[in-house]
């Protein structure tokens, strides 16, 4: 069966600081991983990372693929309050692009 | 707003009573996807149009759900006598075809069932 397994499910951490939250999968035929962020709303989209080892930056948040061990990690350095979210990984089948499979996501909270 | 709407935004209903909700899509996208959130959980597929046709249904819709897109653009999806266990945020996603990794959500109908 095809999963997604994000870790930690929680976090909090003071702002400033600097978190990397993780994201491994076990699917068939894999296209792409992408990360989302949620708030009190829908899901946002933040990256989508289809090459190993290509970082993908977007001011203080970036993200990595290993597709050889089957993971990627979402990092976000100088953390502030406005962070504080659900951080959802996600992952694309190839010819399956009627749906995506989600992790639980990770809840981070920033404390001021 | 030229995003994915949705309506209505929160929906109480008594067991046993029938719902429906409806997604309009970003206007160019022909591919329309509908997710259940339960709390503490990622979105979860129910099912995917393509245009106006069904293409794929999860088995977590059972007999009771239906999803509908008429003309290819707004769809709407209802829940057939209610249980309390369909107590969920109610995500619709449009994409365009060759950006199907990239799915924009709506800001999904929250349905509480008493």
């Known amino acids: 069966e095809d999963k997604v397994v994000q870790s930690p499910l929680s976090l909090v951490v003071h702002e400033g600081d600097t978190v990397t939250l993780n994201c491994s999968y076990e699917?068939?035929?894999?296209?792409?991983l992408l990360w989302y962020k949620q708030e009190k709303k829908a899901p946002t989209f933040l990256f989508m990372l289809?090459?190993?080892?290509i970082e993908k930056k977007s001011g203080r948040l970036s993200s990595i693929l290993d597709k050889k061990e089957l993971f990627s990690i979402l990092n976000i350095t100088a953390t502030q309050t406005g962070d504080s979210a659900i951080y959802l990984c996600?992952?694309?089948?190839?010819?399956?692009?009627?749906?995506?499979?989600f992790g639980k996501g990770t809840r981070l909270h920033i404390l001021p | 707003d030229t995003g994915v709407s949705q309506d209505p935004r929160h929906k109480i209903t008594k067991r046993g009573q029938n719902v429906t909700f409806r997604c309009d899509p970003i206007?160019?996208?022909?591919?329309l996807y509908w997710y259940r959130q339960t709390l503490g959980q990622g979105p979860e597929f129910l099912t995917y149009?393509?245009?106006?046709?069904?293409?794929?249904k999860s088995r977590l819709l059972s007999d009771r759900f239906s999803a509908e897109r008429p003309k290819g653009s707004f769809s709407t999806l209802e829940i057939q006598r209610t249980e309390q266990g369909d107590s969920a945020m109610y995500l619709c996603?449009?994409?365009?075809?060759?950006?199907?990794?990239?799915?924009?959500f709506g800001p999904g109908t929250r349905l509480t069932v008493l």
């Open positions: 149009f393509q245009n106006e046709a069904q293409l794929e």
């Open positions: 996600a992952v694309s089948l190839m010819n399956r692009d009627d749906k995506i499979i």
């Open positions: 206007s160019e996208h022909n591919r």
């Open positions: 699917v068939t035929n894999f296209r792409s």
């Open positions: 289809t090459s190993s080892g």
């Open positions: 996603a449009s994409s365009s075809a060759g950006t199907t990794d990239t799915q924009y």
